[in-house]
């Protein structure tokens, strides 16, 4: 909740906008509003460096919007067009080549970072009240993101994209009484070819700008609620936080500068690193890849989805692995927030991580054999820590003891 503490009062620290920008802010308050927001805001002292992801996020999803509409000004979307357009892109187009590797890289590294921002807030426990609708802003924005990745994933139609699309839309096509209208949405024909890559262009186009909208209410849902912090206790006295500038811009600019880093030597240097060499051969609908496999921040989902024997009940058991996260606030019961401070869940959210690598080993080897059997081990432990371990670990967990306040836990009491 907003407090004295959180809140940026601009009127205490900055003086008002004078000249040309007092009168606009007179009229429209955006400077002062600003000021508020992103200069006098104040956030807890202690924000450590998985802080860092929601500006990195914000950033990378600015870089993909621009690259990406400069490559849709080149792709043609027909079956015929799609994989020659993007080839053109690559090979005739002036940096179309950089483009493209922004592009590929940015959303190797956006999904990548995705995960590391969810899993701070599962493990400090910051979906907890009072930022439940942050933390569901956030889910909202996962979902629409993954399905932004698998449309755009589509549009080379190498055979990747082909064969993935021909998993999907069977997968969703066994979904009882409505699969057979859902895939029909989707393709509009018994195969894949224009209408769906068509569909997947439109759909992929628009859902990157719904997301900017998304993010704009989870941004305000973060301002609002004021950010959770590693001790997860909220901030007492003013002597608990600090101002937005110059504090966390000049760490968000060191974070981002050494993500830049990362993201530059991959694509310089590395840049097919995460790619799979079969999308880049044309797609071929009658010659079936030797492996069918997904990008790799699907495949613990992929795990998921073959573990359990028929086509529907994979599906629902990787939609339900997302599905669970929406009821965290309320399934996870304890007062305390921080895994700092919870002996149990520290332990029981490692064994998460190690489920979910599990599952996506597993989805890599098509949960042959004894990937199988892990498969179906991690994903019951995946379920079983949401649904079993959070709810009682809540009632049984003895808790270490909170300090009174984060400047006192820093030894500034
Ligand atoms: C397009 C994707 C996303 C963008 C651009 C984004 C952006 C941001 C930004 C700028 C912040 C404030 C800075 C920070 O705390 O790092 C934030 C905070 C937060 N985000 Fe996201 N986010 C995204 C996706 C998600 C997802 C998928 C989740 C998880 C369900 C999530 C959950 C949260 C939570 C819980 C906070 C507050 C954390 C705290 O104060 O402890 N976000 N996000």
Redesign the pocket.
């Known amino acids: 909740m907003k407090t004295p503490e959180n809140t940026g009062d601009h009127s205490a620290n900055t003086p008002p906008a004078t000249g040309l920008a007092g009168w606009i802010d007179q009229r429209l308050p955006v400077i002062s509003a600003f000021r508020a927001e992103y200069v006098d805001f104040r956030l807890p002292r202690n ?1 450590n460096w ?6 990195i ?2 950033v990378v ?1 600015v870089l993909m919007l621009a690259t990406g509409i400069f490559l849709a000004m080149n792709y043609t979307a027909t079956d015929a067009g799609a994989f020659l357009s993007v080839e053109a892109i690559d090979r005739q187009l002036a940096g179309g080549w950089l483009l493209r590797a922004m592009h590929m890289t940015g959303a190797n590294l ?1 999904l990548a970072a ?1 995960y590391i ?2 899993f ?2 599962l493990y ?1 426990g ?2 907890k009240a009072p ?1 439940e609708i ?2 569901l ?3 909202i ?2 979902v629409m ?1 993954m399905a932004t990745a698998f449309a755009g994933y589509m549009l080379p139609w190498g055979q990747m994209s082909y064969w993935g699309a021909d998993v999907i839309t069977k997968a969703v096509g066994a979904v009882p009484v409505i699969g057979g209208t859902l895939e029909h949405i989707m393709t509009d024909s018994d195969h894949l070819g224009d209408v769906f890559l068509h569909r997947f262009f439109v759909l992929h186009f628009l859902m990157a700008f719904l ?1 900017v909208a ?2 704009g209410l ?2 305000t849902a ?1 301002h609002i609620s ?4 590693p001790l997860g206790i909220e901030p007492k006295t003013k002597k608990d936080t600090l101002t937005f500038h110059p504090y966390y811009t000049t760490k968000d600019l060191v974070g981002l500068i050494i993500f830049a880093l990362i993201f530059t030597a991959l694509m310089f240097f590395w840049p097919n690193l995460l790619a799979e060499p079969a999308n880049y051969a044309p797609a071929d609908p009658m010659h079936t890849p030797a492996d069918i496999e997904p990008e790799w921040y699907f495949l613990p989902f992929y795990g998921l989805l073959q573990s359990v024997p028929s086509k529907f009940g994979g599906l629902l058991a990787a939609a339900g692995s997302i599905a669970v ?1 929406f009821f965290l606030p309320w399934l996870d019961r304890s007062p305390i927030r921080s895994a700092r401070f919870r002996p149990l869940c520290r332990v029981g959210l490692l064994g998460l991580v190690v489920a979910f690598v599990l599952l996506a080993v597993a989805g890599k080897h098509h949960a042959e054999g004894v990937w199988m059997i892990v498969a179906r081990l991690a994903g019951l432990y995946y379920f079983g820590y949401f649904l079993v371990l959070l709810p009682l670990a809540a009632r049984m967990e003895k808790t270490r003891p909170l300090p009174s306040s984060i400047a006192a836990a820093e030894g500034d009491a």
Not at 226 to 229: A, E, V
Request: glycine share 10%; charged share 5%.
């Open positions: 924000l998985l802080w860092n992801f929601g500006a996020l914000t999803l956006f995705l921002h969810l701070r807030g400090y910051s979906y930022r942050l933390w802003t956030g889910l924005l996962l993101v997301v998304v993010v989870h941004v973060v004021g950010s959770n912090n996260l």
